[in-house]
């Protein structure tokens, strides 16, 4: 059974942080590229940030730069996403995603694997 648990997820006040997990199962992560992905109630499912499978590398949206940041922790075949400053426009169902590159690094279509998502709300 091929699996991905995000955890991590919850209410936190604009400026605070929190760090989702994204623990894989079933497979060895360190073969696959891993993204998140998110979803705000109205908008589109939109890539957030993800890294790369073999050379270290990480891309992240214009919206987060600066403020997230992605790492791996491979002995525990998990991914983290560190989320720092949030903003309200931060909410919404954060997703796991591993596959390998060719679509693009924020393309749906380049990932075979999903987590069932947890829900981040930035709010006073």
């Known amino acids: 059974q091929l699996q991905i648990v995000e955890s991590g997820g919850g209410l936190v006040q604009p400026g605070g942080s929190l760090r989702l997990s994204c623990a894989a199962s079933g497979f060895n992560s360190d073969y696959y590229a891993i993204a998140w992905f998110r979803q705000a109630p109205g908008k589109e499912r939109e890539g957030v940030s993800s890294?790369?499978?073999?050379?270290?590398?990480?891309y992240y949206s214009d919206s987060v730069k600066g403020r997230f940041a992605i790492s791996r922790d491979n002995a525990k075949n998990t991914v983290y996403l560190q989320m720092n400053s949030l903003k309200p426009e931060d909410t919404a169902v954060y997703y796991c995603?591993?596959?390998?590159?060719?679509?693009?690094?924020?393309?749906?279509?380049?990932?075979?694997?999903w987590g069932q998502g947890t829900q981040v709300t930035v709010s006073k």
């Open positions: 995603a591993a596959g390998s590159t060719g679509w693009g690094w924020d393309r749906e279509e380049g990932y075979d694997y």
């Open positions: 890294s790369s499978s073999s050379d270290g590398v990480t």
